[in-house]
Structures are given as structure tokens and as C-alpha cells.
């Protein structure tokens, strides 16, 4: 089993009193017996489950320049059968909004 980590950074010139970072995490990956706690599933599409973390279950402020450290944890899992699956392994995980980035899951799973 994994755990992707996702940190929350501050670069801009105001403190951050209201953020909201989604990450869109590929299902095939996550265990379905699993209830999610930051998942919303109002969000989330077929291909992928979209988790919340925003300021409001933070309680914090972060000020330019700092961050938070794993306001958001996903645990997930590679097995052989999803390893050798082009499709799946192939798929992005997004985080969104503004400074958006997609990665493919191959590039952030180490082996």
C-alpha cells in the first residue's frame, strides 16, 4: 500500500485565509471496501475520485512563504494486475484549482 501526500504552499503576498485544493485520484487505485472522509462525491466523476482539502478543516491561516504539511493523505494501492495495465497506469491525477498540475500515476509511483 502508498499514501500520496499532498502540502499546501503560500507563494503569493497575502496570507491565505481561505484556500481549496481538490485532487482528482485515479479509482482503480483505491480500494472500493474504503470510505473516503475528504472524497466528495458530488465531484467526483467515474475514472476518478475527487478529495478536498480546504481551510475551513485546516483551521488555519498560512502565511506567504509558509505551508501545510499533509492536510490531504490518500491511500491507495499498485498491485500486479494494475501494474501491468497500460490503461490504469496511464491515467492522470489532478490537482486543481489555479496553479492546476496533471501527472500521470506512473510518474509518482516508485517501485
Not at 49 to 73: D, Q, T, W
Amino acid at each position: 500500500d502508498y499514501t500520496l501526500t499532498v502540502d499546501v504552499w503560500n507563494v503569493g503576498q497575502r496570507v491565505a485565509k481561505d484556500f481549496r485544493m481538490l485532487v482528482y485520484f485515479p479509482r482503480p487505485f483505491l480500494n472500493r471496501h474504503t470510505t473516503f472522509g475528504p472524497a466528495d462525491d458530488k465531484l467526483s466523476t467515474r475514472d476518478h475520485v475527487c478529495f478536498k482539502a480546504e481551510s475551513s478543516s485546516a483551521h488555519k491561516e498560512i502565511y506567504p512563504g509558509y505551508g501545510l504539511i499533509n492536510p490531504l493523505r490518500i491511500d491507495y494501492y499498485v498491485d500486479d494486475k494494475l501494474f501491468d495495465d497500460d490503461t490504469a497506469m496511464n491515467m492522470d491525477v489532478s490537482v486543481l484549482p489555479q496553479k492546476s498540475q496533471k501527472v500521470l500515476i506512473r510518474s509518482i509511483q516508485e517501485f
